[in-house]
Nanobody, 125 residues
């Protein structure tokens, strides 16, 4: 299992920005399917953003236009830049890594891959 460590969470006000980070010592993140899930209070986990090994990205509708997922190869760090935060963005954010498979989309999925412990984001009005 890849040890994923998230950081960057905290408490902000609506409209603020925040950047989450995820590192995995000893593993080159750009070689894996990487993404962010979040779990809002009382809700199921949902995928927020995903980045393929070719760099292509997909976002949840709620994140489009506000969130950006990226990998800094020099720092071997996965980021989630979140702008114009809303109270409904509140939740526990998980960094997720999955293994590319031929014939399968490189998308992190609930119940698969390796997960970090999560970093909490709280957005207040």
């Amino acid at each position: 299992q890849v040890p994923l460590v998230e950081s960057g969470g905290g408490s902000v006000q609506a409209g603020d920005s925040m950047r989450l980070s995820c590192v995995a010592r000893g593993f080159t993140l750009s070689r894996f399917c990487m993404g962010w899930f979040r779990q809002a209070p009382g809700k199921e986990r949902e995928r927020v953003a995903n980045i393929d090994i070719d760099g292509s990205t997909i976002y949840a509708d709620s994140a489009k236009g506000r969130f950006t997922i990226s990998i800094d190869n020099a720092e071997n760090t996965l980021y989630l830049q979140m702008n114009s935060l809303k109270p409904e963005d509140t939740g526990l954010y998980y960094c997720v890594l999955d293994y590319p498979e031929d014939g399968h989309a490189c998308v992190v999925r609930l119940g698969f891959g390796d997960w970090g412990q999560g970093t909490r984001v709280t957005v207040s009005t």
